[in-house]
């Protein structure tokens, strides 16, 4: 069992930076991939992936909106997952969720990840 807890949303101005993190507890941190998913505001709109690392940070994958301008990375020590986010643009708004997947294999749909933090607003303004 993992628990998730985010941090570090906020309101932005386009253009702007913010930097999530998520704090997990449970053992074997190592053990599990580490993912961020958003979900914009609106009815039936889906939590969408936009970054992953691999257990031990060596692997990294993004949607292709947000590379360049978001970086991920962990530190397997603390049981910390960061999101930086620079250049935010105001179509980045959302809610963000961490969340933890049991696999290594390279999954991006929220259905493949196991435990989900309770999610941070950002918000970016024009």
């Known amino acids: 069992q993992v628990q998730l807890v985010e941090s570090g949303g906020g309101l932005v101005q386009a253009g702007g930076s913010l930097r999530l993190s998520c704090a997990a507890s449970g053992r074997a941190f190592s053990n599990y991939a580490m993912g961020w998913f958003r979900q914009a505001p609106g009815p039936g709109n889906e939590r969408d992936f936009v970054a992953r690392i691999s257990g031990s940070g060596r692997s990294t994958y993004y949607v292709d909106s947000v590379k360049g301008r978001f970086t991920i990375s962990r530190d397997n020590a603390k049981n910390t997952v960061s999101l930086q986010m620079n250049s935010l643009k105001p179509e980045d708004t959302a809610v963000y969720y961490c969340?933890?997947?049991?696999?290594?294999?390279?999954?991006?749909?929220?259905?493949?990840?196991?435990?989900w933090g309770q999610g941070t607003q950002v918000t970016v303004s024009s």
């Open positions: 969340a933890a997947d049991r696999s290594n294999a390279v999954r991006t749909t929220s259905r493949s990840f196991d435990y």
